[in-house]
């Protein structure tokens, strides 16, 4: 990845110059508070207007707010580098991020038409992928091409969510929910392939992570066939395909593993994220087989693998892309584990129904926490320049 160096003299307030800044910042403050809105919601305290039922609530703006804005975050900071050509700053990423805004807002405003609720959350991909097709296509750097296509893809399941909510068709707000989780899976083995066993062999000196040429060739391919396997009616063929990648990700896991790791919060909560992929795929088969809850594996894909990959990479990339060092405080150490006890917790709950509302009271204080400790340490990191003067 190339630094740029840029002339521009930075201001005191840096939120708008790069995009991890504003969509780290918005992802972990709407994570901090969509999961105790959730709790509300599911004790029949509160209700969004533009959502018929709250579960369907509570999984959209899951993925679509708080998942798409760190992904939104790092794309836009990554492409950057990948490229060598400046991605959105200033106002337009401003205004990118009011957008993303109002559509977490929009749909608890009573009689705001539907459409507009539906209108400006299915603007934002389309802008983003965008901003993002233009310095990739300008540099030629096709082999991120796939990312575009992932988001593509993203939109897609949006719009079969909002088709449903606006009475256009039937039943398809949950195929396009568990579309996109997937699609996060997909995201999360991509760049987990690339930059976990990077940061864990520069982070520790000695530690060699075993790569696979084999499997490294067959599993993003076969985690694309997962995507319309998984929504079909194939049971069978979900099964075995949920059992083949729950190994492979778990043998690739083993690989990157050393006890080493565990002396290094910042690759150790990435290592831990990335075991609850293969995790989540073996619990969804058994749960196809009857043998486990189809609730765990989706909470072990959400909770535990985009929970605790998104807390440790926005840590490390707002350090790296500040100009400081890559070492974090008990208070983040304190927020990885609270992270990764949620997890475990919230995948555990329906072995104990008769605890289920105060185990899930306990998930939602430990989700909690841990988002409001991250922000505490980072928002005056996202919001000021870097330590060294570079713009950016």
């Given at each position: 990845?190339?630094?740029?160096?840029?002339?521009?003299?930075?201001?005191?307030?840096?939120?708008?110059?790069?995009?991890?800044?504003?969509?780290?910042?918005?992802?972990?403050?709407?994570?901090?508070?969509?999961?105790?809105?959730?709790?509300?919601?599911?004790?029949?305290?509160?209700?969004?207007?533009?959502?018929?039922?709250?579960?369907?609530?509570?999984?959209?703006?899951?993925?679509?707010?708080?998942?798409?804005?760190?992904?939104?975050?790092?794309?836009?900071?990554?492409?950057?580098?990948?490229?060598?050509?400046?991605?959105?700053?200033g106002i337009p990423l401003?205004?990118?991020?009011?957008?993303?805004?109002?559509?977490?807002?929009?749909?608890?405003?009573?009689?705001?038409?539907?459409?507009?609720?539906?209108?400006?959350?299915?603007?934002?991909?389309?802008?983003?992928?965008?901003?993002?097709?233009?310095?990739?296509?300008?540099?030629?750097?096709?082999?991120?091409?796939?990312?575009?296509?992932?988001?593509?893809?993203?939109?897609?399941?949006?719009?079969l969510v909002h088709l449903?909510?606006?009475?256009?068709?039937?039943?398809?707000?949950?195929?396009?929910?568990?579309?996109?989780?997937?699609?996060?899976?997909?995201?999360?083995?991509?760049?987990?392939?690339?930059?976990?066993?990077?940061?864990?062999?520069?982070?520790?000196?000695?530690?060699?992570?075993?790569?696979?040429?084999?499997?490294?060739?067959?599993?993003?391919?076969?985690?694309?066939?997962?995507?319309?396997?998984?929504?079909?009616?194939?049971?069978?063929?979900?099964?075995?395909?949920?059992?083949?990648?729950?190994?492979?990700?778990?043998?690739?896991?083993?690989?990157?593993?050393?006890?080493?790791?565990?002396?290094?919060?910042?690759?150790?909560?990435?290592?831990?994220?990335?075991?609850?992929?293969?995790?989540?795929?073996?619990?969804?088969?058994?749960?196809?087989?009857?043998?486990?809850?189809?609730?765990?594996?989706?909470?072990?894909?959400?909770?535990?693998?985009?929970?605790?990959?998104?807390?440790?990479?926005?840590?490390?990339?707002?350090?790296?892309?500040?100009?400081?060092?890559?070492?974090?405080?008990?208070?983040?150490?304190?927020?990885?584990?609270?992270?990764?006890?949620?997890?475990?917790?919230?995948?555990?709950?329906?072995?104990?129904?008769?605890?289920?509302?105060?185990?899930?009271?306990?998930?939602?204080?430990?989700?909690?926490?841990?988002?409001?400790?991250?922000?505490?340490?980072?928002?005056?990191?996202?919001?000021?320049?870097?330590?060294?003067?570079?713009?950016?």
């Open positions: 990845m190339i630094q740029l160096q840029e002339r521009q003299t930075p201001g005191r307030f840096a939120l708008f110059y790069l995009g991890f800044r504003p969509f780290f910042l918005a992802g972990a403050a709407v994570a901090m508070v969509l999961i105790p809105l959730w709790l509300a919601v599911y004790q029949g305290k509160l209700q969004p207007y533009y959502y018929p039922e709250g579960i369907t609530w509570h999984g959209h703006e899951m993925i679509f707010g708080f998942a798409l804005a760190i992904i939104a975050g790092f794309l836009l900071t990554a492409v950057r580098n990948w490229t060598s050509i400046n991605t959105l700053q401003a205004l990118l991020t009011l957008l993303w805004l109002m559509a977490r807002v929009f749909p608890w405003i009573g009689g705001l038409p539907a459409i507009w609720i539906a209108a400006a959350d299915l603007s934002f991909l389309p802008l983003l992928i965008v901003c993002l097709a233009r310095p990739i296509l300008l540099a030629r750097n096709y082999r991120n091409l796939v990312f575009l296509v992932i988001l593509c893809l993203f939109w897609i399941a949006n719009l449903d909510l606006l009475g256009i068709t039937a039943e398809t707000r949950h195929t396009g929910i568990l579309m996109a989780l997937f699609l996060v899976v997909i995201i999360m083995t991509l760049l987990g392939g690339r930059v976990i066993p990077f940061f864990t062999e520069r982070g520790i000196a000695g530690v060699q992570c075993t790569r696979r040429p084999w499997l490294e060739k067959i599993l993003l391919p076969l985690s694309l066939l997962w995507l319309p396997v998984s929504l079909s009616e194939f049971r069978n063929v979900t099964i075995a395909l949920a059992l083949t990648l729950a190994l492979l990700n778990t043998l690739r896991w083993i690989g990157w593993f050393d006890r080493r790791v565990l002396a290094h919060p910042l690759i150790w909560i990435l290592q831990v994220g990335y075991a609850f992929i293969g995790l989540g795929y073996g619990l969804y088969g058994f749960a196809l087989l009857d043998m486990a809850n189809i609730s765990s594996a989706i909470h072990a894909f959400a909770v535990g693998g985009i929970g605790c990959l998104t807390l440790g990479m926005m840590a490390r990339v707002s350090l790296g892309h500040t100009g400081r060092a890559l070492t974090v405080s008990p208070m983040m150490i304190t927020a990885f584990s609270l992270m990764a006890i949620a997890a475990l917790l919230r995948i555990c709950l329906p072995l104990a129904p008769v605890f289920y509302a105060e185990g899930l009271a306990l998930v939602v204080l430990l989700w909690t926490l841990g988002w409001m400790l991250f922000l505490i340490r980072y928002i005056p990191i996202l919001i000021q320049p870097r330590v060294d003067g570079v713009f950016g």
